[in-house]
């Protein structure tokens, strides 16, 4: 489900009109763009991906 979740986003990412880029949305910490939020997506992604590696190193230990 998470893969497939994240596929779908990466896809719209993918398709979406690079002239959007620079779309804002206010937040309680100020405007943030959308090209702010496809970067800081593809790193929230990027540390979720180390922490599963992570962890599925640890099991392996622990199974050794």
């Known amino acids: 489900l ?3 979740l ?3 986003v990466l ?4 398709h ?5 880029l ?3 949305w ?3 910490d100020g405007p943030v763009t959308l ?3 496809v970067d800081d997506y ?3 992604l990027d540390h979720h991906l180390e922490h599963f590696a992570q962890r599925q190193q640890e099991i392996y230990k622990a199974k050794s």
Do not use: C, Q, S
């Open 22 to 24: 620079g779309n804002t």
């Open 42 to 44: 593809y790193k929230h």
């Open 6 to 8: 994240n596929e779908l």
């Open 11 to 14: 896809n719209v990412i993918e």
């Open 26 to 28: 206010n937040t309680p």
């Open 35 to 37: 090209e702010f939020m």
């Open 2 to 4: 998470w893969r497939l």
């Open 16 to 20: 979406m009109d690079e002239k959007a």
